[in-house]
C-alpha cells in the first residue's frame, strides 16, 4: 500500500472512510502520523510538498533521521508528552533551514494523540503548515512600525539619518549606510536630473549589526564621491530603487568604485537594496543596505518595505533641511540686527553677551539719550524661526523710535504695547496647526533709563523679569519694579520704579529663559549669580563672561543666551553745571555770563558764542511762554557739550521757518542750525528742551 495513501484498521463508516481520504489526498494540511515509538508510518499528499521534511525514504524512521535542522529535543519531547496524557498541543513554531545558508523557514506544527476505539494509544499525528510568509510579514510589519515611532524624532538631519539606519539593522540589512547631499546641509534644495551636478554626498548615519573594521564602514561626515554607472549613480538620476541580489566581482562596477564597492566587496556583502531619498520634489541623498552575514538575497518584498521607509526618512529629512534653512535664516537675521557696541558712554560701561541659539527673538539694546542718559532694553518674543526673529525686528525698530522721544518708560511700554496689538491684528489668519506662530506667544521687554547726573534709574517692565543689581557695598537684589502684562496681551498697565545707585553699581538685564533655568525662587536666581558679580570692580566683560558660564548649565539647548551688564558712571561737578534762574527779560545775559564763565572754567573759551547763543534762545522762549523760575544745565559729555533748558510750561516748541519780514521765530531756527541734535522731553512738571553742540569738527 502507498503509504502516502493509508488507511486505518477496523470497522469505519462510509463518511469516516470519506473524511479519512480527503485529509490525506486533499488537505493542504501536511499530515504526520507517527507510531508509538515516534516512526513515521503515514503522511499525507500535502506533507510531500512542506520541502522541510524529505519524506522520500523516511517511513519507519524516526523523525532525528528525516526532520534536519528542524529537530530539536524539545521536539521530541513535544511528541512524547502527547503520547503519554494525550492534551493536543497546537501551533508550535519549529525553525530551521533547509540548507547551511539558506534563509530560515518558519513551520507551525500542532499534534494529537492517536487511540483505537478502546482507548488504547496508537501513536501521534502531526498537522505541518510552512508560514514562513506570513512570519516574515508579519516581521515587515512590525519592522516598519517599530521604524515610524523611530525615525523623526527630531528636526537633525544627522539624528534622523542614524535612527533609520538603526531601524534597518539588523531587522533587515547587516548594514546599511545614509548619505546625504552636501547642499541638504545647508538647506538648500537640489532637483532631480544630472547627477554629477548635485555636488557631493556625506554619511549622515551608518549601522552595523556585528562591529566591523574602521575601514569598511563611512564615518560620520565623510564626503564620498559619485561614480558614473553604478546603481548609485542610477538610483539618484531617475530615483528609482535598485536591488542587487546577487553582489560579486563579477558584477563589474564593483571593482571600479573605489570606496562603497570596495568595502563591501571587502566585506563580504552578497546582497544589495539602493534606496533614492527624495522628498518634496527634492533630491535629498541616497542610502543603502546589505547583508554580509545574514544568509539569503534581499527580494522584491524586502526592496518594498525599505522603499517605504526611505520614503519616510526622505520626508523627514526634508523637514530637518526646511528647519535647518529656517533656523539659519533667523540666526543671520537675529545677527544682523544686533545692537553694536556702545564704546565710551558717558553713563555707563557696557559688556554683553548675545548667543541665538534657538533662533528665537530675544534681543537687548543700548540707546543714547538726551541729557548724557542711557536706555538699557532687553525683550524676548516668543516662537523660533524667521517670524520671531522678524517680530524681534519689529519691536526693536519700534524702540528705537520711541527712545528718540524721550519718554518715561511706562509710557514708551503703553506706546509699544498698542504697537504690537496693531501688529498682531495685521497678521494673517494662521491655519496650519502644526507650524508655531509667534504672535500666539508672549512679547516682554524690560525699559530702563539711568542719568549719570542724577544717579537715578527708571524701569517700567513688560513682562518681563526685573534687572539684577550688584552694589559696591555687596549686596546683590532684584531691583523692585512693578511688572505689567506682556506686549499686546491685556489692559496696557505699566508703572515707573525709580531708584538711586551708587557709582560703580552693576546692573545685570538678562532674556527670560537665563535666570529661571536655575530655579523659580528668585533667591536661588540670586545666589546663582551673586558670586560672579562681586566685587563689583573686576573688569566687565570678564564678568559677564563667568555670569554666561554659570548659568549655561541650567539652559536648554535650544533657548538663546542673551546678558546685559552695565556698570554706572557719574558726572561729576567738572561735567556739571547747573543754575536756577529767575522768570525775567533779564535771565536771558545772566544765562549767557553763566555759560561763558563754566566753559572757560573747562578751557573751551572758543565755543562760548556758539552756547550762548543757543543758550539766550532756549531762556529767552521760556521767559516767553513759561510762568516759574527757569533751569539751566551744562553738560560735558566727552565731545559734546549739552545745553539743557528747563521750564514749567508743558506746551512743545516748533521748528519754525521765518519769513526775511518777521520780527521773531527764529530762535529754534537758529539752534538747529548750530547744533549737532536737539530736542525736547517731557518732565513730571512742564518740559526740557535741549541741544548738543560738538566740540570738535569730527563730530
Not at 573751551?604 to 534762545?617: D, G, P
Amino acid at each position: 500500500m502507498d503509504p502516502s495513501l493509508g488507511g486505518h484498521d477496523g470497522p469505519t463508516t462510509q463518511l469516516e472512510l470519506a473524511v479519512l481520504g480527503t485529509l490525506f489526498t486533499e488537505s493542504p494540511i501536511g499530515l504526520h502520523v507517527l507510531d508509538p515509538d515516534l516512526c513515521l508510518v503515514r503522511f499525507n499528499r500535502a506533507a510531500r510538498h512542506i520541502r522541510a521534511f524529505p519524506l522520500d525514504d523516511a517511513v519507519g524512521r524516526h523523525p532525528r533521521e528525516w526532520a534536519g535542522d528542524f529537530y530539536s529535543g524539545a521536539f521530541e519531547t513535544m511528541l512524547r508528552d502527547v503520547l503519554s496524557d494525550g492534551v493536543a498541543v497546537l501551533d508550535v513554531e519549529a525553525r530551521g533551514h533547509l540548507t547551511p545558508g539558506s534563509p530560515e523557514t518558519v513551520l507551525s506544527i500542532s499534534t494529537f494523540r492517536l487511540e483505537d476505539p478502546a482507548g488504547a494509544v496508537l501513536g501521534v499525528m502531526a498537522a505541518i503548515v510552512d508560514v514562513t510568509d506570513q512570519h516574515r510579514a508579519t516581521a515587515r510589519l512590525e519592522l516598519l512600525e517599530r521604524a515610524n515611532g523611530r525615525i523623526g524624532t527630531t528636526l537633525d538631519i544627522f539624528r534622523t539619518a542614524q535612527e533609520f539606519a538603526d531601524a534597518l539593522v539588523p531587522a533587515l540589512a547587516d548594514v546599511v549606510a545614509v548619505e546625504v547631499l552636501d547642499s541638504v546641509l545647508r538647506g538648500e534644495v537640489s532637483a532631480p536630473g544630472a547627477v554629477f551636478e548635485h555636488g557631493a554626498l556625506r554619511c549622515a548615519g551608518v549601522s552595523a549589526s556585528v562591529p566591523e573594521p574602521a575601514d569598511r564602514l563611512p564615518t560620520i561626515g565623510e564626503a564620498i564621491g559619485l561614480l558614473f554607472g553604478t546603481p548609485f549613480s542610477q538610483s539618484l538620476s531617475d530615483l528609482q530603487p535598485r536591488l542587487v541580489a546577487e553582489l560579486t566581482s563579477g558584477n563589474g562596477w564593483p571593482n571600479h568604485e573605489a570606496v562603497r564597492g570596495r568595502r563591501m566587496l571587502e566585506a563580504g556583502a552578497h546582497s544589495l537594496l539602493v534606496l533614492p531619498l527624495a522628498a518634496r520634489g527634492a533630491v535629498l541623498g541616497v542610502a543603502h543596505c546589505y547583508r554580509d552575514r545574514t544568509p539569503g538575497a534581499f527580494d522584491d518584498d524586502d526592496l518594498a518595505l525599505a522603499s517605504e521607509l526611505a520614503d519616510r526618512v526622505a520626508l523627514c529629512l526634508d523637514n530637518a533641511r526646511l528647519y535647518t534653512r529656517e533656523r539659519s535664516a533667523a540666526r543671520i537675521l537675529q545677527l544682523s540686527l544686533r545692537p553694536p557696541q556702545v564704546v565710551g558712554h558717558a553713563a555707563v560701561e557696557t559688556a554683553s553677551s548675545y548667543f541665538p541659539l534657538g533662533a528665537g527673538g530675544d534681543w537687548f539694546d543700548v540707546i543714547p539719550l538726551s541729557g548724557a542718559r542711557v536706555a538699557l532694553v532687553t525683550g524676548d518674543t516668543a516662537g523660533q524661526g524667521l517670524q520671531a526673529a522678524a517680530t524681534m525686528g519689529e519691536v526693536r525698530a519700534a524702540i528705537g523710535a520711541l527712545a528718540v522721544l524721550d519718554l518715561p518708560p511706562d509710557e514708551v511700554l503703553q506706546r509699544l504695547h498698542a504697537l504690537v496689538t496693531r501688529l498682531r491684528g495685521e497678521r494673517p489668519d494662521h491655519t496650519d496647526p502644526t507650524e508655531h506662530d509667534p504672535s500666539d506667544g508672549h512679547t516682554t521687554c524690560l525699559y530702563l533709563v539711568y542719568s549719570p547726573v542724577t544717579r537715578r534709574c527708571a524701569v517700567a517692565s513688560a513682562g518681563h523679569p526685573p534687572p539684577v543689581v550688584a552694589l559696591p557695598d555687596g549686596r546683590v537684589e532684584y531691583a523692585t519694579v512693578p511688572v505689567g502684562p506682556s506686549l499686546g496681551r491685556g489692559m496696557p498697565k505699566y508703572a515707573t520704579a525709580e531708584f538711586e545707585l551708587a557709582e560703580g553699581s552693576v546692573l545685570l538685564l538678562s532674556n527670560t529663559a537665563m535666570l529661571r533655568s536655575v530655579s523659580d525662587d528668585a533667591q536661588e536666581q540670586l545666589a546663582s549669580v551673586a558670586d560672579v558679580l562681586l566685587p563689583t570692580d573686576r573688569p566687565l566683560q570678564e564678568m559677564c563672561d563667568e555670569v554666561l558660564y554659570s548659568l549655561t548649565p541650567h539652559k536648554a539647548e535650544s533657548d538663546d543666551a542673551v546678558l546685559l551688564l552695565a556698570r554706572t558712571r557719574v558726572l561729576g561737578p567738572d561735567q556739571v553745571r547747573s543754575w536756577t534762574l529767575a522768570n525775567r527779560p533779564e535771565s536771558a545775559g545772566e544765562a549767557r555770563d553763566a555759560v561763558e564763565e563754566a566753559l572757560a572754567a573747562w578751557g573751551l573759551e572758543q565755543h562760548a558764542f556758539t552756547a550762548s547763543l543757543v543758550v539766550s534762545e532756549l531762556v529767552t522762549n521760556a521767559i516767553r511762554y513759561a510762568d516759574g523760575d527757569i533751569g539751566l544745565r551744562l553738560i560735558l559729555d566727552g565731545p559734546v557739550l549739552v545745553c539743557e533748558v528747563t521750564d514749567d510750561s508743558s506746551t512743545a516748541p516748533h521748528l519754525r521757518y521765518a519769513e526775511e519780514a518777521d520780527e521773531g521765530g527764529r530762535g529754534l531756527y537758529l539752534t538747529w542750525q548750530v547744533s549737532r541734535r536737539w530736542g525736547t522731553r517731557p518732565e513730571p512738571r512742564g518740559k526740557t528742551i535741549w541741544a548738543e553742540l560738538a566740540l570738535s569738527e569730527a563730530d
